[in-house]
């Protein structure tokens, strides 16, 4: 079954998206874009029951007051996912929608623990999303990397050994994360899981101080040898954190509209995005888990453009920013980051955000 895209694909795959620049997302869970509609046909597929009457019961639920109330939720509703065709339509589905948005190259985390722990065979959901990840590149021209997404709440141990799975498949993984609950969850177990990933050529990036303090982040960096931070936004708390981020320009990959979701921060409105620009934090935006918060990367775009006046040249450095902390190899960033400095210099006045 090839899912029907929530939003039309672009009528040419590298059609420009003029309004928006091309960009990559980084910070994106695969689990995170399942729609409700693509939910149900999967439950319905695979004789799975939903605790929910329809599509839009199971979207009515989406009232998050943190992080836990959100996982919870996504976790259950994950278990829809069976086979490599449910991980492949998933990912084909997302990477339409992406694309229609102007995205030119994602990276998907993938929590493999939760579907291993239910049964599936991680060969199943490697072989699932690594199908959609090429056939999203035949049809679309959007290039994808899978990334291994350890889960903070499970054993360090448990992260290893699903890293020795992985290594002993040969799974086309670029990298590993670590994501799920942030408080009262240390890193530190995930540093031999980490390092042996470093010693097998796989790259890094962690979340932290999402909910969590501005240590969190320290943590990432020194224990695990993070290269990337997912979040980081509570890292402004820490003026000397914020000093290693900017010296360091380690990339930040902020979720705007996932944080108010969340209520990590109350409102758009307050959201230390501004903040962290002018802190000179190497920030670029992404959507989190897209479905459950109502917005994918460019819709996060729209809204903190119009909420903060951002100017054509500020969407563009985070856009070229997006490309340069991807994992892609340099000449890829460069061709990427070419792009985006001709959508900054293809400005007409019509799509400069009004203040
Ligand atoms: N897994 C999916 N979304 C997440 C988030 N926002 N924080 C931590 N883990 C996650
Ligand atoms: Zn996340």
Redesign the pocket.
């Known amino acids: 079954m090839t899912p029907t895209p929530s939003t039309p694909a672009p009528s040419h795959p590298l059609a420009a998206t003029p309004q928006r620049p091309p960009r990559a997302e980084l910070h994106l ?1 695969l ?2 874009t399942l729609e409700p509609d693509l939910a149900f046909a999967l439950a319905e597929r695979n004789g799975v029951d939903l605790p929910f009457a329809d599509p839009a019961a199971l979207r009515a639920a989406y009232d998050f007051t943190d ?1 836990q109330s ?2 919870d939720l ?1 976790h259950a509703t994950s278990q829809v996912l069976r086979t490599a065709e449910d991980f492949a339509d998933l990912t084909v589905a997302y990477l339409r929608r992406a694309a229609a948005g102007g995205v030119r190259h994602a990276e998907l ?1 993938v ?1 493999l623990q939760t579907h291993v722990a239910r049964g599936v065979p991680l060969a199943e959901v490697v072989a699932g999303v690594t199908q959609g990840l090429a056939d999203g590149e035949a049809e679309l021209g959007v290039s994808g990397l899978l990334i291994a ?1 350890f889960l ?1 709440h499970r054993p360090g141990s448990e992260a290893e050994a699903l890293l020795d799975d992985l290594l002993a498949l040969d799974a086309p993984v670029a990298g590993v994360g670590l ?4 408080v009262g969850f240390s890193a530190a177990p995930f540093a031999p899981a980490f390092a042996k990933a470093a010693a097998h050529g796989l790259r890094r990036t962690a ?1 932290a101080a ?1 909910e969590g303090p501005a240590w969190h982040v320290t943590e990432v960096l020194d224990v695990l040898g993070a290269e990337r931070v ?2 980081g936004i509570r890292s402004l708390e820490d003026p000397d954190v914020v000093a290693r981020l900017v010296r360091d320009q380690v990339p930040l990959t902020v ?1 705007p509209v ?1 944080n108010v979701r ?1 209520r990590a921060v109350p409102s758009l409105a307050e959201h230390p995005l501004p903040a962290m620009l002018e802190a000179g934090l190497n920030v670029s935006l992404n959507s ?2 897209p479905s459950y918060f109502g917005g994918y990367v460019d819709e996060v775009d729209d809204a903190v453009t119009a909420q903060f006046h951002l100017t054509r040249d500020q969407r563009a450095d985070l856009a070229a920013a997006s490309f340069r902390g991807s994992f892609l190899p340099a000449d890829a960033v460069a061709r990427h980051v070419a792009g985006v400095e001709e959508w900054r210099r293809s400005s007409s006045e019509s799509q400069q955000p009004r203040d």
């Open positions: 869970h689990e995170g992080l959100f996982l996504y985390m929590d997404a903070r994501a799920s609950t942030e979340h999402e997912d979040h979720c996932s969340l989190d888990d």
